[in-house]
Each structure stands twice: as C-alpha cells, then as structure tokens.
C-alpha cells in the first residue's frame, strides 16, 4: 500500500475537514447564545415582576416547539434543501436576539416560541450537514464531536451569565448576544453545501411522493427512538431534581455530581467518539450496556450516602451520556432512506426532546403525590424497562449486536 493510499483512508475514518469544523464551530455559537438565555431570561423576566409560572411559560415554550415542529422541519428541509433553509433560520435568530433588547414578558414569550421554530430547523440542518460533510467511516465520530460542541456551551454559558449579571446592565448581556448571532450567520453563509443538493431538492420531493416515509411506523427508527425517550425521561428527572433531592436529605453532594458527570462526558465524547458503530447494524450491545449504566446511577442515586457513591453515580450517567445519542444517531443516519433522512432524523431528536419534557414532568407527579425516593424508583422502573425491550426486540428480529 503506498502513502498515497494510506493517507486516503486516514482522511476516511478522521471527523475533521474545513465544512465539520465549520459546523462544530456553529454550533458552539448558536448553543452559546442559547444557554446564555436559559439563565439570562429567568433573571430578566423575575426583574420585570413575572411570576414563578410566568417564567416557566416563556421557558417552557422554547422546547415544546421546537419538539412537535421536529418532524415538520425535517420533512420542510427533505424538500427544499437545507441552504436556504439554514440562511434563513440564521437571518431570523439574529433579529430575535436583536428583539430582546424588548424588556416586556410578552415579547419574551413570543421571542421564545419564535426560537422553537429556528431551534427545530437550525438543529435539524446541522445534523444533516455533518452527515454530508463526512465519509461514512466517519460519521460516527463527527456526531458525537457534533453533539460535544452543541454541549459545550453548558459549561461556560450558565457561569459567565451568572458572573456578568452582577456586574453589568442585563441589557448589555443581551446586546452582547448580537454579535454573537452576526458571527454565526457569517460562518453559515460560508458553508459550502453538497453539489448534489443544488441540482435536487425536486427530485428529493419527488421521491418523497411516490415513497413517502412512514416516520415512527418504521421499525428500523421505532426501536433506536423509543430507548432514547426511555432514556431521556430518566436523564432529564436526575438533571432537574437531583439537587432538591439531595437538598432534602442534606447531602451536599450535587456540585460534586455534576462536575465529575460533565467532565466524563466532554472525555468520552472526544476520545470515545472511535467506538460508535458506522456499519448501519444496531448497536444492541453498546445500546444496552449504556443503557444499564442509566439504571445504575439512578440506583445509586436513589440509595447512596456518600461522596464515593455519588461519584460512581456520575461516571456511570456521564458514560451513557456521552455516547447513547450519538451511537443511536449514526444508525438511524443509515436505516433512514436518503431522501427522507430530515423527516426521520426529526423523528428521533423529537423522540429524545419528549422523553425529557414529559417523562420529567409525569415523574415530578410521582414525586409530589409519594416522595423523591419512590420517583428515582420509577426511573430505575423506566431503565429497566428500556433494558428489557433492547434485549426482546434485538433477539425477535435477530438485530446481531
């Protein structure tokens, strides 16, 4: 084999390249802005006299848009292309964040449920745009890197926020974002797309009419999103009640989770981006290995007493943090026909977003009608679960692992 050839296949298997640093770096921009306003709003809005229900209004309608709008934008982006798409969705973030500069809670709100829209198209391009930029090789590791860049923002955004809140005007913070939004727009714009996309957005259509993809009633996308809901029911409780938890068992021992978790996770998802499976076979194992570690936090959570267990706790969430999504992404970036890949991708991140909206809301019932105890008990029910039909539903249809 000569040099030539070798350097070839290095390129084949390596998630790097103008287009995917392009993206990673739009997106580290676009979830800045946004964790920053996930602090920011609340503080604002509690400033302007809004209630503790007020506020969870305009939060709360950022992702419940954006989750039932998932599908339709992915199924918009099939048809038209994802160029003029993404442009747009840039162009209309830009005069959002240029809008808050509006202090009024109804404007907040309308501005929040305008972000849901752009979320759901924003997030659905740059997903399908790391699909295109790499080989297939490759694809694994460049949504994983994909998926650590749109979480990056979560551990310096909330901080500086926090940090520059006490010191400067909220409205210097907002006017701050505008750039922030011009920078993202810029290096969207320069975002070369595939040739193919230029010539094809009628023919993708067309195919669409004489197949049109069943979404959920396709068992190939069935099985990969309803264990990432299962999953995300459980992450998302742990994340919103672990604090009061261990606040009313005076356990000081929140800070400590997080941190280890979040430093587990950056890791994994860089250094463990090589073992996602890039062949288009479900990856049963990894699936239920992961899985399984999500049941065990939640059982040590639940029981624990120490900084030890804790500890252990957040290397096992932070494990299955970092690679479930990417892993069940990249296969349903195969199983997913080509010209239908927007609609059922939309279907899985959608999946995912209501696995931790309604699966941390009935599981916050749980807690307010017996105790935090017997809630954690439900997500170690909801895992197990997870586990149990990963396992049946990988046998029945003889999905080798």
């Known amino acids: 084999m000569n040099v030539m050839q070798q350097r070839v296949m290095a390129s084949q298997t390596r998630p790097f390249g103008l287009k995917a640093i392009q993206i990673y770096l739009v997106s580290i921009l676009f979830y800045?802005?946004?964790?920053?306003?996930?602090?920011?709003?609340?503080?604002?809005?509690?400033?302007?006299g809004a209630s503790p229900a007020q506020i969870g209004l305009i939060m709360g309608a950022y992702m419940f848009t954006s989750m039932f709008l998932r599908p339709i934008a992915g199924n918009i982006v099939d048809k038209f292309g994802t160029k003029r798409i993404f442009v747009a969705a840039l162009i209309?973030?830009?005069?959002?964040?240029?809008?808050?500069?509006?202090?009024?809670?109804?404007?907040?709100?309308?501005?929040?449920?305008?972000?849901?829209?752009?979320?759901?198209?924003?997030?659905?391009v740059l997903h399908l745009m790391i699909i295109e930029a790499l080989p297939e090789k490759a694809r694994g590791q460049g949504l994983s890197l994909f998926s650590l860049s749109s979480m990056l923002p979560y551990t310096y955004g909330p901080f500086l926020t926090l940090f520059f809140a006490d010191r400067v005007p909220m409205a210097y913070i907002f006017t701050a974002l505008i750039p922030i939004g011009l920078m993202t727009l810029f290096i969207g714009l320069n975002i070369r797309m595939p040739q193919h996309e230029k010539q094809g957005a009628q023919q993708a259509a067309a195919a669409q009419r004489s197949a049109p993809y069943r979404g959920w009633r396709d068992r190939e996308l069935l099985l990969p999103s309803v264990t990432m809901l299962l999953a995300s029911a459980v992450i998302g409780t742990v994340a919103a009640f672990l604090p009061l938890y261990l606040a009313n068992r005076d356990l000081p021992y929140a800070g400590l989770y997080f941190l280890t978790e979040t430093l587990v996770?950056?890791?994994?998802?860089?250094?463990?981006?090589?073992?996602?499976?890039?062949?288009?076979?479900?990856?049963?194992?990894?699936?239920?290995?992961?899985?399984?570690?999500?049941?065990?936090a939640s059982a040590l959570i639940r029981h624990a007493d120490s900084p030890a267990g804790f500890v252990f706790a957040a290397v096992c969430s932070g494990i299955a943090l970092?690679?479930?999504?990417?892993?069940?992404?990249?296969?349903?970036?195969?199983?997913?026909?080509?010209?239908?890949?927007?609609?059922?991708?939309?279907?899985?991140?959608?999946?995912?977003?209501?696995?931790?909206?309604?699966?941390?809301?009935?599981?916050?019932?749980?807690?307010?009608?017996?105790?935090?105890?017997?809630?954690?008990?439900?997500?170690?029910?909801?895992?197990?679960?997870?586990l149990l039909m990963i396992l049946l539903f990988s046998r029945n249809r003889e999905v080798r692992g």
């Open 265 to 296: 996770l950056i890791t994994l998802r860089f250094f463990g981006r090589k073992f996602i499976r890039t062949d288009g076979r479900f990856p049963a194992y990894m699936a239920a290995v992961l899985v399984s570690l999500i049941t065990i």
């Open 322 to 386: 970092s690679m479930l999504y990417p892993a069940l992404l990249t296969y349903v970036s195969f199983v997913v026909p080509e010209q239908s890949r927007g609609k059922g991708i939309g279907w899985f991140i959608a999946a995912a977003d209501l696995g931790t909206s309604a699966g941390t809301w009935g599981l916050s019932l749980v807690a307010n009608a017996y105790s935090y105890e017997t809630m954690f008990s439900g997500c170690i029910a909801i895992g197990a679960s997870a």
């Open 92 to 124: 209309m973030n830009v005069a959002v964040l240029s809008m808050y500069l509006i202090a009024q809670l109804w404007v907040f709100a309308v501005l929040r449920v305008v972000q849901g829209v752009i979320l759901s198209f924003v997030s659905m």
């Open 32 to 48: 800045t802005t946004s964790h920053t306003l996930l602090i920011l709003l609340p503080l604002n809005s509690h400033a302007l």
